[in-house]
Nanobody, 116 residues
Framework: QVQLVESGGGLVQAGGSLRLSCAAS????????MGWFRQVPGKERECVATISWSGGSTYYADSVKGRFTISRDNAQNTVYLEMNNLKPEDTAVYYCNANIKGMNQWGRGTLVTVSS
């Protein structure tokens, strides 16, 4: 069982930046593919970015390419999402995800609100 705790959300003006962090309480953190997802009320949760266990492979949704950067520190059991040039449409609850062999664990989420 992986416990994931997100932090770093908040209110920011359009064009601003935020950095989300997700701390994982598991000894085998380095074995997990980590990701950030987001969800707005009435819509499905969508994948924003993922990063492989080594950090050597990343994926980004088209809507955030060039603006968001996912990274991880396996020594600190932490994954990050650097978000730049934020837009009002980025407003959502952002969830940290840990995946290993198809099994998913989720954090409780952190709210990001981007004002226009």
């Amino acid at each position: 069982q992986v416990q994931l705790v997100e932090s770093g959300g908040g209110l920011v003006q359009a064009g601003g930046s935020l950095r989300l962090s997700c701390a994982a309480s598991v000894r085998t953190f380095g074995m997990y593919t980590m990701g950030w997802f987001r969800q707005v009320p009435g819509k499905e949760r969508e994948c924003v970015a993922t990063i492989s266990w080594s950090g050597g492979s990343t994926y980004y949704a088209d809507s955030v390419k060039g603006r968001f950067t996912i990274s991880r520190d396996n020594a600190q059991n932490t994954v990050y999402l650097e978000m730049n040039n934020l837009k009002p449409e980025d407003t959502a609850v952002y969830y940290c995800n840990a995946n290993i062999k198809g099994m998913n664990q989720w954090g409780r989420g952190t709210l990001v609100t981007v004002s226009s």
